[in-house]
C-alpha cells in the first residue's frame, strides 16, 4: 500500500545569471490518507517552494534537481503536462493565502465552481451546479443559493476564503495544501476558518500540509509537524512532542517566541539575528551564527535529521549530548536601542 504523499530527498535550485541557488535542500517527508502535516518556519525557510514542488509548479528559472515527489504511488515531477493537469486541482487542490489570487472577479462564484468541476468530470452543468451548492453548505455559507450568483468583490474576505475552501473540495481531493490559509484574516476568523479546515478533512478523510509560520495554528489543526530553516528540515515528529518538548535550537528559539508562553508585561524573547539568503547560507550548520550551542563542528559540517527520542533531529549538539539541550542555555544577544529623553530618561526607540 502506498502512501498519500511521499516526499523524497527533494532539492530545488533557481539558474540565474552568476550561478545556481539552492532553495530546498534534500527535504523529505510522508503523509498517509487522512492525515494532517504542518511545514512550519519563518519566511524564506522554503515552506511554500516546497508546497509548490509537490504539484510541480515551480516557475523558472526554477526546477526540481534532485529527488521525487511520490503521489499514490506516481512520480509526480516525472509527468507530463497533461497527465499532471488530471492531479493538480483534482486530486490535490492548493489554497492560497490571498483568496482573490484564486477568484477570478468577473466571474460569479457559482460559475467558478462550475467550470472547475466540469474541467475535471464528465458530468452535466446542472449536476455540476448541484455538487457547488452542496459544498458552499459544507463550508456554512449562508443562503448558499442566493451566493452562487454574486461575485468576489460581495462577499467578506472570511467568506471568501470559505469559497475557495469550497472550490478546493469541489472535485473531492485526496490531498489539500494549504499555504498561509487565513495569514490575510482577522484573528477570529483565522479561528473560525482553521476549525472549519480541520472539521472538513476529517470528515473527508482528506490529506492536509499546511504551509504557515504560525505554531499556534498548527498544534491546533495537525498530527505531524516539520520544521524547515534555509531551506532544510531541521525538525520533525509528532505534533505535540516537538510543541511540548522541543529539540532543536530553532524550534525551541520559535516555541519561546510565543507571545503565549511568557509573564505578561514582560519583553517578548526573540531568535537573534535572521536567517541567511539564498545568496549566503553559511557553512555547516545553517543556524550555528544563531545558535546559542554553536561548536566547532557546526561551523564546517551539515547536520542531518537523526532519531531523538520520538522524533527526528538535524542538530550536531543535540546528537551528542544525549538527545537534549537545556532551553536555558539559549543567550540573549538582543538589547534595545536607547537614547535620552529632556528629562534624562533613557527611553527605548527601536531593537537592533
Given at each position: 500500500?502506498?502512501?498519500?504523499?511521499?516526499?523524497?530527498?527533494?532539492?530545488?535550485?533557481?539558474?540565474?545569471?552568476?550561478?545556481?541557488?539552492?532553495?530546498?535542500?534534500?527535504?523529505?517527508?510522508?503523509?498517509?490518507?487522512?492525515?494532517?502535516?504542518?511545514?512550519?518556519?519563518?519566511?524564506?525557510?522554503?515552506?511554500?517552494?516546497?508546497?509548490?514542488?509537490?504539484i510541480n509548479l515551480i516557475s523558472k528559472p526554477g526546477y526540481i534537481s534532485r529527488g521525487r515527489v511520490l503521489f499514490e504511488g506516481r512520480a509526480l515531477n516525472q509527468l507530463s503536462h497533461e497527465a499532471m493537469r488530471d492531479i493538480r486541482g483534482n486530486r490535490i487542490s492548493m489554497i492560497f493565502?490571498?483568496?482573490?489570487?484564486?477568484?477570478?472577479?468577473?466571474?460569479?462564484?457559482?460559475?467558478?465552481?462550475?467550470?472547475?468541476?466540469?474541467?475535471?468530470?464528465?458530468?452535466?452543468?446542472?449536476?455540476a451546479a448541484k455538487i457547488a451548492l452542496d459544498k458552499?453548505?459544507?463550508?456554512?455559507?449562508?443562503?448558499?443559493?442566493k451566493r452562487l450568483t454574486q461575485y468576489p468583490h460581495e462577499f467578506s474576505g472570511g467568506m471568501r476564503q470559505r469559497i475557495v475552501i469550497a472550490i478546493a473540495l469541489v472535485t473531492d481531493p485526496a490531498l489539500i495544501i494549504a499555504d498561509e490559509p487565513t495569514t490575510a484574516l482577522d484573528v477570529t476568523i483565522q479561528a473560525e476558518i482553521m476549525e472549519l479546515l480541520l472539521e472538513l478533512c476529517q470528515a473527508q478523510k482528506t490529506g492536509l500540509v499546511l504551509i504557515t509560520h504560525d505554531l499556534a495554528v498548527v498544534s491546533q489543526v495537525t498530527e505531524k509537524l516539520a520544521v524547515m530553516y534555509a531551506g532544510s528540515i531541521v525538525e520533525?515528529?509528532?505534533?505535540?512532542?516537538?510543541?511540548?518538548?522541543?529539540?532543536h535550537p530553532y524550534t525551541q528559539g520559535l516555541i519561546r517566541a510565543l507571545p503565549g508562553i511568557i509573564t505578561p508585561g514582560s519583553r517578548l524573547h526573540q531568535i537573534p539575528g535572521v536567517m541567511p539568503s539564498l545568496t549566503s547560507i553559511p557553512p555547516g550548520c545553517p543556524f550555528h551564527p544563531r545558535c546559542p550551542f554553536c561548536a566547532a563542528v557546526c561551523r564546517t559540517t551539515p547536520p542531518h535529521l537523526a532519531p531523538?527520542?520520538?522524533?527526528?533531529v538535524a542538530c550536531h549538539m543535540v546528537a551528542t549530548q544525549n538527545g537534549r539541550l537545556e532551553p536555558t542555555g539559549i543567550v540573549e544577544t538582543w538589547q534595545p536601542d536607547t537614547r535620552m529623553t529632556a528629562t534624562g530618561k533613557a527611553v527605548e526607540t527601536h531593537g537592533r
Open positions: 500500500m502506498h502512501h498519500l504523499l511521499e516526499v523524497q530527498d527533494l532539492e530545488v535550485k533557481f539558474a540565474l545569471r552568476f550561478g545556481e541557488l539552492t532553495a530546498i535542500n534534500g527535504v523529505g517527508f510522508t503523509l498517509e490518507r487522512g492525515e494532517r502535516m504542518g511545514l512550519v518556519g519563518e519566511s524564506g525557510a522554503g515552506k511554500s517552494v516546497t508546497g509548490f514542488a509537490i493565502q490571498d483568496p482573490m489570487m484564486t477568484l477570478n472577479p468577473v466571474l460569479t462564484v457559482g460559475t467558478q465552481m462550475v467550470e472547475t468541476l466540469l474541467a475535471h468530470r464528465r458530468i452535466s452543468r446542472q449536476a458552499l453548505r459544507m463550508v456554512q455559507i449562508p443562503s448558499p443559493e520533525k515528529g509528532a505534533t505535540d512532542v516537538i510543541v511540548n518538548d522541543p529539540a531523538v527520542d520520538s522524533r527526528q
